[in-house]
């Protein structure tokens, strides 16, 4: 499970902090620098490593943390409630459109998990009683379209597609018009990804978004690939002013890098977590249960 290594070395930390009958400044400190390179070695970017522990430090200096009956335990919620907010404070919801269809857009790397992201995502909104409509634009991958209706078959959702000829400009706009007339309130556009980000892919998914003008841009990434995870999101934040990401496989054996670095260098919220190949294994993402869940 995601955050393993990094759990059991944050709890180590504190566990000898809180064993403590007396801590002085040098304990705290000493903890600190523990903190600070559990957080390397989780792959959490650098910059926001340091960030992060001057945070914690100026926290600790204004609750004046030494004066305190329990100063290990004091430091522990420091740490949480900075961990909480490192990865947006509280849960972001999904946007709702004014007037329905609310259009989401999903974006994201071939293989992060963007289709079955859309399903696992048409899934939980059928479960609030909405009736999405997915949509099916990646007509480079083979097998894609394949695979959106057969996610939409499991799970009763309607997939909109035009086959692989047509340009997934106008299957969107066409699926927007489609998703008006049969009253889905919920759009899922899939898009296509590349192994790598290029300039043709970056081109089509600007005219889709400025074609359906999406509530939602989210940007799909997988976890397990770390700090290039976090690159990705820079550079299609930079493109496509992303609303929000989802990260994948966090069933994985990942070292959470990516989860506590992403929303401190791009800005965006991760708004669901993936943690499974199953069809209902996506949540909404809470900052604080994933903060208490590393600390134990
Ligand atoms: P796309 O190219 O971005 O559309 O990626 P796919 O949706 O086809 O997913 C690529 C692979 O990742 C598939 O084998 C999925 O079953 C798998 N996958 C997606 N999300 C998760 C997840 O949260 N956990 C695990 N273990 N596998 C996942």
Redesign the pocket.
């Known amino acids: 499970m995601a955050f393993e290594g990094l759990a059991s070395r944050l709890q180590n930390v504190f566990g000898k902090l809180k064993g403590k009958g007396k801590v002085s400044e040098e304990d705290v400190s000493e903890a600190m620098r523990e903190v600070r390179l559990a957080l390397l070695e989780a792959d959490v970017n650098f910059k926001v490593v340091k960030e992060f522990i001057a945070k914690v430090k100026e926290r600790a200096i204004g609750q004046d943390v030494m004066k305190s009956f329990t100063p290990g335990m004091v430091i522990i919620d420091i740490v949480n409630k900075e961990l909480t907010e490192l990865m947006g404070g509280t849960q972001s919801k999904l946007a709702k459109a004014n007037k329905p269809p609310t259009v989401i857009m999903m974006a994201?790397l071939?293989?992060?998990?963007?289709?079955?992201?859309s399903g696992k995502l048409a899934k939980l909104l059928q479960k609030g009683n909405h009736k999405p409509l997915l949509v099916a634009c990646d007509i480079y991958?083979p097998a894609?379209i394949k695979?959106l209706q057969i996610l939409g078959e499991q799970i009763g959702a309607p997939v909109f597609s035009m086959g692989d000829q047509t340009n997934p400009v106008e299957i969107a706009r066409a699926a927007i018009q489609h998703a008006k007339e049969n009253n889905n309130d919920y759009v899922i556009v899939d898009t296509a990804?590349r192994l790598h980000i290029d300039e043709a892919l970056m081109e089509e998914l600007k005219q889709i978004h400025a074609t359906v003008k999406p509530d939602e841009v989210l940007l799909?990434i997988d976890a397990m690939t770390g700090q290039d995870a976090v690159n990705v999101a820079e550079s299609f934040h930079s493109q496509l002013a992303l609303s929000g990401v989802v990260l994948?496989?966090?069933?994985?054996d990942t070292r959470g890098g990516a989860a506590l670095s992403v929303k401190a260098v791009t800005g965006c919220p991760i708004k669901f977590a993936?943690?499974?190949?199953k069809i209902d294994?996506l949540e909404p993402f809470h900052p604080d249960r994933m903060a208490s869940r590393i600390l134990g």
């Open positions: 994201g071939q293989g992060a998990g963007k289709t079955t992201t991958r894609a695979q990804g799909v994948t496989k966090l069933d994985g993936a943690m499974g190949e294994s």
